[in-house]
Structure formats: structure tokens, C-alpha cells
């Protein structure tokens, strides 16, 4: 059932052709996240929506009841966002439930989509979310959710050495 939090947009439960799409905004957000600290077409390039679609058409056959997944739609029905979250993946969790992902094409940056999508998963619930300590637009935005960096950190090395900072509510 989709829910319209604005004229511009709706929430939504993706389905499997939604797979490419999830892609393309999952990519494009890393790089608009990330393009400052990694570079590569391992990470931006075609290869990488390859991946991602792959990495999507299995995570939305296989829906579980023990993550939430929501995303955003334009006016037309065009993916343009989404969210991801469930049971935290930290050994020794702070909160019961982590906010995996949020990633929305750039254009919808500012228009709330961001907002609605977090405080569908999430229902304003205790939650944390790893993110970039050299990502101060996330980090703004999990402020103005009401997350604070509570002290941990993590490096990833995967990702070229990238500092997480953990933020929980």
C-alpha cells in the first residue's frame, strides 16, 4: 500500500523490476557520497550498477520480515530513493535496529523524500547508522533525525580506508 507524504512523491514497497533503478540510485549516491574519498569504475561506473542490479534482484526476491525496505517514487512512478534498515550488524549493538542504507537522486535532495523514507523504516524508533566522518551532509541530515555520534568508529578498509563514524537515536 503507498502512502502520500507529498504532492511529489510517494512511499512505496519496491518490486523486483524496481531491481535496475535501486541500482542506479545506490551507485549514483556512493558517488556523490563517496567520489571525494574513492574513485574507480569499480565503484561509479557501469560495472558497478552491474553489481548493485545483481545485489538488488536478490535482496527483493528474497524479502524478509527481519529488514524494512521502502522506496521513494515520483509523480510518474519512477524510483527516486530509498531506505533500508534492519537488526544492527554491531557485535555489540547499542540499538536494536541500523539503518543500512538511504541513498535519493540528487534532484530530490531538500524535499523531505530523505525524511519520509528514514521515519518510514525507522517509525522514529531507537536506531544507528554508520556514516562517513567525511560526509558532512549525512551527517547533518542523521542530526537532524535526532542521531548523535555516540564515540565509535569504524574503518573501512574495503573501501579504501573510509572512517565511519557510529550515530544512534
Excluded: C
Excluded at 124 to 149: H, T
Amino acid at each position: 500500500m503507498s502512502t502520500d507524504p507529498s504532492p511529489d512523491f510517494t512511499l512505496d514497497t519496491p518490486r523486483p523490476e524496481d531491481a535496475e533503478a535501486l541500482a542506479r540510485i545506490h551507485v549514483r549516491g556512493w558517488e556523490v557520497a563517496y567520489a571525494h574519498l574513492i574513485e574507480g569504475e569499480r565503484w561509479f561506473g557501469q560495472e558497478a550498477v552491474e553489481r548493485r542490479t545483481a545485489q538488488w534482484t536478490g535482496i527483493l526476491s528474497q524479502q524478509s520480515p527481519e529488514h524494512r525496505l521502502q522506496i521513494g517514487r515520483d509523480a510518474d512512478g519512477t524510483p527516486i530513493g530509498f531506505a533500508w534498515a534492519g537488526q544492527s550488524r554491531d557485535d555489540e549493538a547499542p540499538r536494536p535496529r541500523e539503518l543500512w542504507a538511504l541513498y535519493i537522486d540528487e534532484a530530490w535532495f531538500g524535499t523531505g523524500l530523505g525524511r519520509a523514507l528514514a521515519e518510514a523504516i525507522l517509525e522514529e524508533g531507537p536506531a544507528s547508522v554508520w556514516v562517513a566522518e567525511e560526509n558532512p551532509r549525512a551527517r547533518r541530515f542523521y542530526e537532524k533525525l535526532g542521531f548523535a555520534a555516540d564515540g565509535a568508529t569504524q574503518v573501512e578498509e574495503h573501501l579504501g580506508g573510509i572512517r565511519e563514524l557510529r550515530m544512534v537515536r
